[in-house]
């Protein structure tokens, strides 16, 4: 009998642990999913918005998958070589196999001066706020800002810029963290400027996301057309792809459209690269550089600059995976050097250890992408499972070697636990269902105490 870990409850480790299950080539594979989280399903319940009803309900795919006989979730479990972390070395030696599948957990930086005044976050840490992240800011986001600056033109840019537009009464109905809540119901926020180092057809928003800036209630998405039109495709796009051509013509639309002088009021604006983020204790502004393509494509400045109010600056540049200690990671990448899911160690593929999803090929891609990344990766183990199984079997029960180790796994009835606490949260503040964001609420509620 093969016996895998899976490192990592996202859609990329949910994945790769059912194509193990469900395949018929090697019978009577078991999966152990390990997640540093004592709850299950990575970006889909800690990275998706609130107010994205259907991307959430994948939980329930995922759920599904997660509650197959052969498949184990332990939470509160840490991959890694320090205090109350299993490292690399003795997972390989209670499992056949590891599959990796991490994530990138952590925020690219701009590189700029001010990156780190107060008021200057990553997007990342805003999404986690919102999502009830228990890693998330310990004193969340106060959000007395007129002004904000999101730097990005990606989904997740899109995500925080209508997350601070909407009204917090839309998101009453939610399983957004009731601080979350009450400091958007206190925000003054009235001028979003989401800005973009090139033009409109080089944006990576999907058009469905974009729409969805347009039909806020009470809220205009502003275009400076002359600032658009920069680009070669603003008046002609038929030469873009269909997604490229489709966010054209939304901004064209948008562009036509007088620019109100109230309200809350979300600014594309674009050819613009942030060089600094000013202020002495707190933001005050960012200073963009105009900038053009050259004949090669690439962004080029023309030492023109406009600074932009703020007192709130998110950035959204892009994730980046993080190193695990005994793991080998190639820091140019962000990822951890494979050859078809298969680590590399000194350009050699180890025995046993795997990757999948975003730590294996960056981050890009949607949710389904993790689909046929995590099969490659599982076809691999499956034609190296008989070399695997010649060499012995895993030393031990698992779960006794981990507590053993001093760790303390949150099994799926403790995660039920925590479902039934946060639906119970929500009653008592007349709401939905409401996460729990902290560490210690989390484990409490999985231990089944009050």
Known sequence: MLRVAVV??????????????????VPGVTVDVLDRLPCPYGLVRYGVAPDHEKIKSL???????LEHPAITFYGNVRAGDGPGEVSPRRLRELYHAVVYCVGAASARRLGIPGEDLPGSWSATDFVSWYSAHPDAPPDGFALPARSAVVI?????????????ARGADEFRATDVPHAALTALAASRVTDIHMVGRRGPAHAKFTTKELRELGALNGVQAVVRAEEAALDPAWDDPSGLSAAGRRNVEVLREWSRRPAPDHGRRIHLRFFLRPVAVL??????AVR?????????????????????EAQLVLRSVGYRGVPIAGLPFDEETGTVPHEAGRVLRDGSPSPGEYVAGWIK?????????????????????LADAPALLAAGPPAGDPLTALRAAGLEPVEWPGWLGIEAAEHALGRNLGRGT????????????????S
């Open 59 to 65: 939980q329930g795919t995922l759920r599904t998958a």
């Open 361 to 381: 090929r960056g981050p890009t891609g949607v949710i389904g992408t993790n689909r046929p990344c995590a099969k490659e990766t599982v076809t691999s183990l």
């Open 8 to 25: 990592g409850s996202g859609p990329s480790g949910v994945f790769a642990a059912q194509s193990l299950v469900e395949q018929e080539t």
């Open 279 to 284: 202020g002495d204790d707190a933001v005050r």
């Open 288 to 308: 963009f550089e105009r900038t053009v393509l050259d004949a090669t494509g690439r962004v080029a400045g023309t030492g023109e600059f406009e600074d932009v």
């Open 434 to 449: 409401v996460k729990i964001p902290d560490w210690e609420g989390l484990l409490v509620a999985a231990r089944g105490q």
């Open 152 to 164: 990005g033109v990606g989904n997740v840019a899109v995500d925080v810029a209508r997350v601070l």
